[in-house]
Each structure stands twice: as C-alpha cells, then as structure tokens.
C-alpha cells in the first residue's frame, strides 16, 4: 500500500488564463506607472522603423562628414597661423598626458 500519489497539476487556473481578463486598463497602467520605459520602448521601435525603412546612401556619392564642415573655419584659421596651431597641439598633448595619469 504505499502513499497515494497527488493529483495532477492543472496546466491552466480554473478560471482560464490570465490574459483573458486583460483590458487597456493594463497598458495603461505599465505608462502611467513607467513613463521613462515606455518612452525608451517607444523610441526604439520608432528609429528601428525609420532606420530600417530610409534608402542608404549609394556608394558612388561622395562621402560627408558634418564634422569637417563645422570645423573648417578653425582648420583654415590654424592653417593660416601654424604658431598656435603648435601651440593648441602642446596643449593637447600636456592634457592628454594628464588625462592618462590621472586615470
């Protein structure tokens, strides 16, 4: 005679399954309550879309960096002075030094 086995264990509560009973009261709860999440969620599927869906730019087209453009006023004022173009380069090179010492 040995112990009765359990009964078995439903694979659903009684009631059925817990997203059955789910209405807009629940989305809208997880936004008031996560604002910050939901924003971040949103924005990614957002630029995932644009990103995935814009054509990319051809191979044959010229290459632009807006970084060069923004800088090409102060690339022509240290080319036309190499004095401070030396000096901002020492410059530089004391920070860096420094930055790598401290760190």
């Not at 059955?20 to 969620?41: I, K, M, Y």
């Not at 869906?53 to 022509?76: C, E, H, Q």
Request: glycine share 6%.
């Amino acid at each position: 005679m040995g112990t009765p086995s359990p009964p078995p264990v439903p694979l659903l509560p009684p009631q059925g399954p817990s997203f059955a009973g789910w209405s807009l009261d629940g989305p809208a709860g997880v936004t008031r309550r996560h604002p910050v999440l939901c924003a971040f969620a949103f924005s990614l599927l957002f630029f995932m879309g644009v990103e995935f869906t814009i054509p990319m730019v051809p191979s044959t087209s010229p290459p632009l960096d807006l970084g060069f453009i923004a800088t090409k006023p102060l690339n022509r004022a240290l080319a036309t002075a190499p004095t401070l173009n030396t000096l901002l380069a020492a410059l530089n090179t004391v920070l860096y030094v420094q930055f790598l010492l401290h760190t």
